[in-house]
């Protein structure tokens, strides 16, 4: 009778899996066209706050890496009679701002810098949206085991994401820029609006993409491509890709290169220890 009903409860499940490939590309459809409106939605929303677009478009050329640690402190400890408040204060007197001003030098430059950056933060703000579409696809062909790690990996990947781009927004972005404004002092920087704002979306949405590197090494382990011993035994080539990876999703300088290269190698570590969690065991042949 049991087994009756296992087999009844795997036909149903079956059943209810089924689709033809029309049924697949309706839904398929279904999803793009929900996942467009949203980005669209949330774009629209963007493009409605000019103030806030500004600030963040200034933000980086006006907060360094010393602002950032001593504001973290005073939030955190607190920076009244103590070691750490003495640290804050030396660290804010060491800031200076980026040197540099942006220009409009077209007439249509600040309206498609604005353009790009509402578009890019309503893409950020309805990943998670997109993502729960991705997984709505795929979940239906998922086994009753593999369902059960959906929304832990789904919560995973959008975490990465957020550090990865908070890490290039917050800490790569001002780094690069006070580095390049500090190279050859003696000619203004004025810089272009729109390569301006270009760069920094550039660098939030290859480090996003970047963060993921972990998950996609657990992925191909858990399918049987390649397991962790095997991703520690190409270490010496992963750091080559790392390298190349690197070069592709950031501008072209070196800073803002090995500012991914080097969290990507520590994120490849982490991605062979997650590989060896989910990793299958070999199946042991009578």
Same mark, same amino acid.
């Given at each position: 009778? /049991? /087994?009756?009903?296992?087999?009844?409860?795997?036909?149903?499940?079956?059943?209810?899996?089924?689709? *033809?490939?029309?049924?697949?590309?309706?839904?398929?459809?279904?999803?793009?066209?929900?996942?467009?409106?949203?980005?669209?939605?949330?774009?629209?929303?963007?493009?409605?706050? &000019?103030?806030?677009?500004?600030?963040?478009?200034?933000?980086?050329?006006?907060? &360094?890496?010393?602002?950032?640690?001593?504001?973290?402190?005073?939030?955190?400890? !607190?920076?009244? !009679?103590?070691?750490?408040?003495?640290?804050?204060?030396?660290?804010?007197?060491?800031?200076?701002?980026?040197?540099?001003?942006? /220009?409009?030098?077209?007439?249509?430059?600040?309206? /498609?810098?604005?353009?790009?950056?509402?578009?890019?933060?309503?893409?950020?703000?309805?990943?998670?949206?997109?993502?729960?579409?991705?997984?709505?696809?795929?979940?239906?062909?998922?086994?009753?085991?593999?369902?059960?790690?959906?929304?832990?990996?789904?919560?995973?990947? #959008?975490?990465?994401?957020?550090?990865?781009?908070?890490?290039?927004?917050?800490?790569?972005?001002?780094?690069?820029?006070?580095? &390049?404004?500090?190279?050859?002092?003696?000619?203004?920087?004025?810089?272009?609006?729109?390569?301006?704002?270009?760069?920094? *979306?550039?660098? #939030?949405?290859?480090?996003?993409?970047?963060?993921?590197?972990?998950?996609?090494?657990?992925?191909?382990?858990?399918?049987?491509?390649?397991?962790?011993? !095997?991703?520690?035994?190409?270490? &010496?080539?992963?750091?080559? !890709?790392?390298?190349?990876?690197?070069?592709?999703? *950031?501008?072209?300088?070196? *800073?803002?290169?090995?500012?991914?290269?080097?969290?990507?190698?520590?994120?490849?570590?982490?991605?062979?220890?997650?590989?060896?969690?989910?990793?299958?065991?070999?199946?042991?042949?009578?």
């Amino acid at each position: 009778m /049991m /087994m009756e009903s296992n087999e009844a409860n795997e036909s149903t499940e079956s059943t209810d899996v089924a689709m *033809t490939f029309w049924e697949h590309l309706e839904e398929l459809r279904r999803r793009i066209i929900i996942s467009a409106i949203t980005i669209g939605v949330f774009t629209v929303l963007c493009l409605s706050f &000019s103030k806030p677009i500004e600030k963040v478009i200034m933000f980086p050329l006006g907060t &360094s890496m010393n602002t950032l640690i001593a504001s973290a402190i005073d939030a955190t400890i !607190g920076s009244e !009679g103590s070691i750490w408040g003495f640290f804050a204060i030396t660290m804010r007197a060491g800031t200076s701002n980026v040197n540099a001003e942006l /220009m409009k030098v077209g007439p249509v430059e600040a309206i /498609m810098a604005f353009l790009k950056l509402g578009i890019t933060t309503g893409i950020l703000l309805a990943l998670p949206i997109i993502i729960y579409q991705v997984w709505a696809f795929i979940f239906p062909a998922l086994n009753r085991q593999e369902r059960r790690f959906a929304v832990p990996l789904f919560l995973i990947i #959008i975490t990465f994401f957020i550090l990865g781009a908070a890490f290039a927004y917050f800490i790569v972005t001002p780094v690069v820029l006070q580095f &390049s404004a500090e190279l050859f002092p003696e000619m203004p920087n004025r810089w272009d609006l729109q390569n301006y704002v270009g760069f920094i *979306t550039q660098l #939030i949405l290859g480090f996003g993409l970047a963060f993921e590197l972990p998950i996609v090494m657990a992925f191909l382990s858990r399918i049987g491509i390649i397991n962790a011993r !095997g991703f520690r035994e190409k270490q &010496s080539f992963a750091l080559l !890709g790392i390298c190349v990876m690197s070069a592709l999703l *950031t501008p072209a300088d070196p *800073t803002s290169m090995l500012l991914m290269a080097i969290p990507l190698f520590v994120l490849y570590q982490l991605g062979i220890f997650f590989a060896y969690l989910v990793e299958k065991e070999p199946e042991a042949y009578v």
